[in-house]
């Protein structure tokens, strides 16, 4: 599988602690060589590399030294002869003079050319910190460039770097104390348009910053809706009152991505694939962000970046974006959703008076869900169960096992418990229409769905309660759901919660809101296959209706839901995803074809979804037309089909 970054919006960027010599130029010119082409073979397109790498931080008046400041100009020229061609962009960290003064800088080199310098505005001089002893603050500079070799460079705090090639790559610059300001320079730089941050840092590590570093990085790359990447220096610095590990790390949008070993004394690489297009497009939805504005004008300077073909993605990729993979995080993200379901139902319920509600039972986790809710919503009012009329409704469909569960649940909970056949309701409804009960189409599946609606609504207005929804987040999405049949309700409240999510949901209950034999209900419902349950049983009387054959495997849907609608991915990006986080489970022909599925059911159903009934939002994506999602009902999907159909 050949992946092209470029075209998927994304760029591999390196942070590289490398080894070296306090002192010594050429010692540690060669490792930041190494480390760059054992970056660019991995497929990097750009290496960090931490404050003043070339000299090494640690110096101290030796920075004064006219023979390490020209070794240090001398090596800069040789790494831009070095990068001409296919190296990686390089960013290091160096002393360089302007007319007196020395500044402690970050100097970005690509294929050839010394782009520009960017000088360090906060200089800390507290505590183990000497800074101002040997440097002057970028707000001292004299000029707008500095001569390399006789040569202009572009010189100052006010330089943006602009890939050309790139439209989403536009790097801001800051160095070490600069992100522990109040005000952090790239705060400004975000709002100027850069998408990637970088930080050339030598962060002593004592007891609790490691901890505090993460946090810092991750939260600056959320709070500049950007890339965060930090290379600090190593435990190769001196020791003489301070020990440096090397903690490089790279965050996106909050998420720490990749990080770096501490305390090696051999050079270490993290790598990560950042997501330039994501990020423009959290902007671009972001108010808060498009209607500020940086605090000062900027130069942008273009500079040209390589990008190569690779073979797998470095950055998290989960099958279940809405499930977590580890067991302890997925087991309070089930505590969460089961409280913002719960306190959603209650304060409706608070809101209306009522001590009633109505909600059908299929024996299926989506009604099962709901029913837990609706019990767990009563018994925190002090209402009586009595009042939760749970009614099981069998058709045509019905098997016994879902009808068992169903009725065992009800009876377990202590709920009014009412079975009502619909079978000769909707006969008398053929006959009346004109319909062949034989003809097993879309009229015979929803007429039964809408009788048990009329039903529902009917028993509401008879005992004076609510209608519960049942119907999921996933279901709404793929128009799952018959218009005015199990589509509508009073209150929905699983309608914030995909399918991939509701099973889990339902076995969490089972181990810790529940126990005993309803729990041995509920473990039996989560083994359950999904089914609307609108089609005969087989000769044994089990299921003979499977949703996942219709409209394809919830697990691939749900994916594409998170990625089209969080996201706003297109179709082939979204396409190459899959293709990485399902290979050897489903091929790139099964792939496609469901996702063209799903396209063109999301965009051809949006009619139910423009009259939902109330439901509460649980996670980063809402289908209600009052919240997250609005789009007309009749708009064209011509255009996303094309580019799936289109040959690559």
């Not at 099962?368 to 609706?374: G, W």
Request: hydrophobic share 40%.
């Amino acid at each position: 599988m050949s992946i092209d970054l470029k075209k998927l919006g994304m760029l591999r960027l390196a942070v590289v602690t490398p080894a070296l010599q306090v002192a010594d130029v050429d010692f540690n010119l060669a490792a930041i060589k190494t480390t760059a082409l054992e970056a660019g073979a991995q497929g990097a397109s750009l290496c960090l590399y931490p404050e003043l790498c070339l000299s090494g931080y640690t110096c101290g008046d030796l920075f004064f030294q006219p023979l390490l400041q020209q070794q240090v100009v001398e090596a800069l020229l040789e790494l831009a002869r070095f990068s001409a061609g296919n190296i990686p962009a390089l960013v290091v960290g160096v002393p360089l003079e302007q007319k007196g003064r020395l500044f402690n800088c970050a100097v970005l080199i690509a294929d050839g050319v010394i782009c520009g310098a960017v000088p360090k505005t906060f200089l800390p001089n507290r505590g183990e910190f000497y800074e101002q002893r040997w440097f002057a603050s970028a707000t001292e500079r004299d000029s707008d460039h500095l001569l390399l070799a006789g040569e202009p460079i572009p010189f100052g705090e006010d330089l943006l770097f602009q890939a050309d090639t790139t439209a989403d790559l536009r790097i801001g610059i800051e160095l070490c104390e600069d992100v522990w300001a109040v005000e952090p320079p790239s705060g400004s730089q975000a709002l100027a348009g850069a998408t990637l941050l970088l930080n050339l840092s030598a962060s002593p590590e004592i007891l609790g910053k490691r901890d505090y570093r993460r946090q810092l990085v991750a939260a600056q790359s959320a709070r500049c809706l950007a890339a965060y990447a930090y290379a600090s220096a190593g435990p190769n610095e001196s020791s003489t009152d301070l020990v440096f590990s090397g903690h490089s790390l790279i965050a996106e949008y909050g998420q720490l991505l990749t990080e770096t070993e501490r305390f090696c004394f051999d050079s270490q690489l993290a790598l990560a694939d950042i997501d330039l297009q994501r990020l423009v497009g959290e902007r671009q939805r972001n108010s808060s962000f498009t209607n500020a504005s940086p605090q000062r004008s900027y130069r942008v300077i273009g500079f040209d970046l390589g990008s190569e073909k690779v073979d797998r993605l470095l950055r998290p990729l989960s099958r279940t974006p809405f499930v977590p993979a580890s067991e302890q995080e997925r087991s309070d993200r089930c505590q969460e959703i089961f409280a913002l379901q719960t306190s959603g139902l209650s304060k409706r319920l608070r809101h209306t008076g009522s001590t009633k509600l109505v909600i059908g039972l299929s024996g299926g986790l989506d009604s099962t869900l709901a029913l837990l809710v609706v019990i767990r919503a009563f018994d925190n009012l002090g209402l009586a169960r009595e009042g939760i009329h749970a009614l099981t409704m069998p058709g045509f469909g019905t098997s016994r096992r879902t009808r068992s569960n169903a009725e065992k649940l009800a009876e377990l909970f202590g709920c009014s418990l009412r079975v009502i056949p619909i079978d000769a309701a909707v006969r008398q409804h053929f006959a009346d229409i004109g319909h062949d009960e034989k003809v097993h189409d879309i009229a015979y599946e929803n007429s039964q769905a809408r009788e048990r609606t009329q039903i529902l609504m009917d028993v509401a207005n008879q005992v004076g309660g609510l209608v519960i929804g049942t119907g999921d987040l996933s279901e709404l999405a793929l128009g799952w759901c018959t218009y005015n049949g199990d589509h509508m309700s009073m209150y929905g409240v699983n309608s914030g919660v995909p399918k991939t999510l509701v099973r889990y949901l339902v076995d969490w209950c089972a181990g810790h809101e529940f126990k005993g034999e309803v729990a041995e209900v509920l473990a039996d419902v989560c083994a359950t296959p999904v089914s609307p349950e609108l089609l005969p049983p087989d000769e044994k009387g089990e299921i003979g209706q499977f949703t996942e054959e219709v409209v394809g495997p919830y697990l691939l849907h749900d994916f594409y839901l998170y990625h089209l609608v969080r996201l706003h991915y297109p179709p082939q990006k979204i396409l190459a995803l899959a293709e990485q986080a399902f290979a050897g489970d489903y091929t790139v022909a099964e792939l496609r074809k469901w996702l063209l599925v799903f396209y063109r059911r999301f965009f051809s159903q949006q009619f139910k979804r423009s009259c939902l009934p109330d439901g509460p939002k649980i996670g980063t994506i809402a289908l209600s037309p009052r919240g997250d999602w609005r789009m007309p009902s009749d708009a064209s999907v011509a255009l996303w089909i094309k580019q799936l159909e289109q040959p690559e």
